[in-house]
């Protein structure tokens, strides 16, 4: 199964991870990137999940998942090992309407997680929709290492026009040319 790409706006989306070991830290870390507005319900956390908590002063349940805790989250992530529980809590995600990923089960995702690379405001994406998170991995890596140098500060340009240009097929027409022109001539280097 393909997974439709889309990059998800969190600014008032309450997050919540159930789970607290390694692989809930690794989840962790790539929410960070973009929110903290971020809730642990774990009985157990390993170190680096407890320091993480502590260092964004995020809000930590110590005690193991109970039915209605997602109620007031738009995502929640599901960092255990227990199968059933996995199933119970996507199950439960359906009736409060909010978006699930349980880690290493797509059954119960509505969402996965792709590979992805981050600088400033450009974000790359790469998913082989679970066919090959090595792939992903690696591909990711060339992404990072063929990003032009100086395309942060071009794409604050392009913010700025963007912004401050009217409305309408001439600001459309003379963005696509400036970034068509910024890429022929990085490519000539």
């Known amino acids: 199964m393909s997974y439709f790409p889309a990059f998800l706006k969190l600014d008032n989306k309450k997050i919540l991870i159930v789970g607290g070991g390694?692989?809930?830290y690794e989840k962790l870390q790539r929410l960070l990137d973009f929110t903290k507005d971020i809730t642990v319900i774990?009985?157990?956390l390993c170190?680096?999940?407890?320091?993480?908590?502590?260092?964004?002063?995020?809000e930590l349940k110590k005690r193991s998942y109970e039915r209605g805790d997602?109620?007031?989250?738009?995502?929640?992530?599901?960092?255990?090992?227990?199968?059933?529980?996995q199933a119970e809590i996507f199950e439960e995600s359906k009736e409060?309407?909010?978006?699930?990923?349980?880690?290493?089960?797509?059954?119960?995702?509505?969402?996965?997680?792709?590979?992805?690379?981050?600088?400033?405001d450009l974000t790359i994406a790469v998913s082989t929709s679970g066919a090959s998170p090595a792939v992903a991995k690696h591909f990711k890596?060339?992404?990072?290492?063929?990003?032009?140098?100086?395309?942060?500060?071009?794409?604050q340009e392009m913010k700025h026009?963007?912004?401050?240009?009217?409305?309408?097929?001439?600001?459309?027409?003379?963005?696509?040319?400036?970034?068509k022109k910024y890429f022929e001539n990085w490519s000539k280097k």
Do not use: W
Not at 48 to 56: L, T
Not at 70 to 75: G, P, R, T
Not at 96 to 111: I, P, Q
Not at 141 to 155: A, D, K, N, T
């Open 22 to 24: 390694n692989i809930a």
């Open 42 to 44: 774990a009985p157990q």
């Open 47 to 58: 170190e680096e999940m407890f320091d993480a908590i502590e260092k964004e002063k995020l």
């Open 70 to 85: 997602i109620k007031e989250f738009a995502v929640v992530i599901i960092a255990v090992d227990d199968i059933p529980l």
């Open 96 to 120: 409060y309407k909010c978006l699930c990923n349980a880690v290493d089960s797509v059954d119960y995702c509505d969402f996965i997680f792709p590979s992805y690379v981050r600088q400033d």
């Open 141 to 155: 890596r060339y992404l990072q290492e063929h990003i032009p140098s100086g395309l942060s500060e071009f794409l």
């Open 161 to 179: 026009l963007r912004s401050t240009l009217p409305k309408g097929k001439q600001r459309m027409k003379m963005l696509d040319e400036k970034a």
